[in-house]
């Protein structure tokens, strides 16, 4: 059973200081370790950002992983040097804890003929933008509002057609992906490996892409953060993406002040 969205969320300026020790990190990209951007590929993540989250997965031992709409090859340019665990294009990739490459495909006739009809629809609308992904396709319209209703149409006639597709919106984008694909499955699979097995899962996500993974988290009694405005099953709340820096900073912070004091 869904769990029913909720307005209240709690709204905490400062987020609980954790024990790495005991807690699996999830964290979405965009909107939440990065600002977004109106091109995908403008968006980057401050390398001091990527020193933290650095400290943490290695106090996690591994279990910390990166679950985003983004392709997973993405991904690695975005906290490069990093190479952490990964659930890309909604966990329809994903990268285990021991560094395994898991992909679902779609069938190449299917692929082709989806990825035709969306950039000749796409092309008829100046200021759209198609995101091929190889099993998915993100449909965004930021910069053309006006174009949302013609979009979403578009969308709505390919999953029409191809059953084993489904459509998720998200912050002015559409995403067409396989069926039975999404964070909180992506979560949900992750928690059933090591490193993150046996430990308290933590999810942040700004996005309805997120909500999924909310879901299974607050599931597991794990703690669940929304960024930015808007109804959540998120338990947490934080304003902007520089918020989340700071938490990041704060469980760094603690994490090198226990390693120093268990020095002693």
């Not at 987020?15 to 965009?30: E, G, K």
């Not at 983004?70 to 890309?88: C, I, K, M, T």
């Not at 629809?121 to 200021?127: D, N, Q, S, T, W």
């Not at 993100?138 to 709505?156: D, G, I, N, P, T």
Request: proline share 5%; charged share 20%.
């Amino acid at each position: 059973m869904t769990a029913e969205i909720q307005e209240n969320t709690t709204e905490t300026p400062l987020l609980p200081v954790l024990d790495s020790r005991q807690y699996a990190f999830f964290f979405d990209v965009d909107g939440t370790l990065a600002e977004i951007r109106a091109e995908p590929d403008a968006v980057t993540i401050p390398a001091e950002v990527r020193d933290h989250l650095q400290t943490l997965f290695a106090a996690s031992s591994g279990a910390l992983a990166l679950v985003s709409g983004r392709p997973v090859e993405q991904l690695d340019q975005l906290v490069s040097p990093l190479v952490l665990p990964a659930a890309g294009v909604h966990g329809a990739e994903m990268r285990d804890g021991n560094g395994t490459l898991h992909r679902v495909t779609l069938p190449d006739d299917v692929a082709q003929e989806v990825q035709q009809t969306l950039e000749a629809g796409m092309a008829a609308l100046p200021g759209t933008l198609l995101e091929t992904k190889g099993m998915a396709f993100a449909l965004h319209y930021r910069q053309a509002m006006l174009h949302q209703q013609q979009v979403l149409a578009l969308a709505e006639s390919v999953v029409a057609k191809f059953p084993e597709l489904v459509l998720q919106p998200g912050k002015c984008v559409l995403e067409i992906k396989p069926r039975g694909k999404d964070k909180g499955a992506a979560i949900y699979t992750f928690m059933q490996q090591t490193p993150f097995s046996g430990r308290i899962p933590v999810f942040v996500g700004d996005d309805l892409t997120d909500e999924k993974g909310f879901e299974v988290v607050n599931a597991m009694q794990g703690i669940t953060v929304k960024v930015g405005e808007g109804s959540s099953l998120a338990h947490y709340r934080v304003k902007t993406v520089r918020d989340v820096y700071r938490w990041i900073e704060a469980l760094q912070r603690h994490t090198l002040t226990f390693n120093k004091e268990s020095e002693l």
